[in-house]
């Protein structure tokens, strides 16, 4: 089974779960239908269309409502806590939820006692909290931008609000920074940094930099990253390893924008479409 967890920016949105479709530019599950928009739903369109292409089963969604006032984030985390047991998945991507330690210390808890452990992946606020929690090492793959890697390098920063102003710095700095988070074990075993380059990182190693093609169009367009996140995710529960998965994520996610021939109002769902072209173009 392959789990994601996230929440959308609804605060009537009750706390839904369950095997998820994707119809047209909506989301559905439970009789809920959500639009695709940049951040968790972005990242689970993502993962449906590239799914579709190796003809697998889509995922199991945890999502709810939050605007920032944290009670929808406390409900995904205590059931999450309760319930990870149950479905004994092969791979967990975390999106954004408001950072709470106390929290995620209950799913971990969970997560502690799967056996097999299996692949876990975090973006966003749930990768915030894990470094905040002291569980950095736990996790199989972090998928950080610039600003989130230089949070991550930042041993002292509670919350990305307070990474240090030295650390918050151009591209040319990376090295230092992949350096910092796994000096300071804030780091997961593999890194996929997002940005105009793509960085591949394991173990503080940079293994590989994608930077091909460069649309500049997709710089204003908001939920590329979470479209990347989606498409890695989903390669692993497939089967190729964290590294391929990582790379051929970046390619794809690229292509299906170029593809789209982009303008500053393209909406991410359009950009989504593309993706089953990509991969096919890139693999078969």
Excluded: W
């Excluded at 839904?16 to 951040?39: C, D, M, T």
């Excluded at 973006?123 to 793959?141: E, I, N, R």
């Amino acid at each position: 089974m392959f789990i994601i967890a996230g929440i959308i920016p609804d605060e009537n949105s009750p706390l839904i779960y369950g095997q998820v479709k994707l119809l047209e530019n909506f989301l559905n599950i439970q009789n809920y239908s959500i639009p695709i928009e940049r951040g968790t739903s972005a990242l689970i369109a993502a993962a449906i269309k590239t799914l579709e292409v190796f003809q697998k089963e889509y995922p199991f969604i945890y999502l709810v409502g939050d605007i920032g006032k944290g009670e929808g984030s406390k409900k995904l985390y205590e059931s999450l806590g309760e319930n990870i047991k149950i479905h004994k998945p092969k791979v967990i991507t975390f999106h954004y939820i408001l950072p709470d330690v106390d929290g995620c210390l209950k799913v971990i808890l969970g997560l502690e006692k799967l056996n097999p452990k299996p692949i876990l992946i975090a973006d966003a606020g749930f990768m915030y909290v894990v470094k905040m929690a002291g569980y950095s090492t736990f996790f199989d793959l972090f998928t950080p931008d610039l600003g989130e890697l230089a949070f991550l390098a930042d041993e002292k920063a509670p919350h990305p609000f307070y990474t240090r102003g030295f650390l918050l710095e151009n591209e040319n700095n990376i090295e230092d920074l992949v350096e910092r988070a796994y000096k300071y074990e804030n780091a997961s075993k593999y890194l996929l940094i997002k940005g105009k380059r793509d960085y591949i990182v394991c173990q503080g190693n940079i293994l590989k930099i994608i930077d091909n093609p460069l649309v500049e169009e997709l710089e204003a367009i908001g939920g590329t990253g979470d479209t990347l996140t989606g498409i890695v995710s989903s390669l692993i529960y497939i089967g190729f390893s964290l590294e391929e998965a990582c790379e051929i994520g970046a390619k794809v996610n690229r292509l299906a924008g170029a593809l789209a021939n982009p303008t500053p109002a393209t909406q991410i769902g359009e950009i989504v479409n593309y993706i089953p072209k990509a991969l096919k173009n890139l693999l078969f």
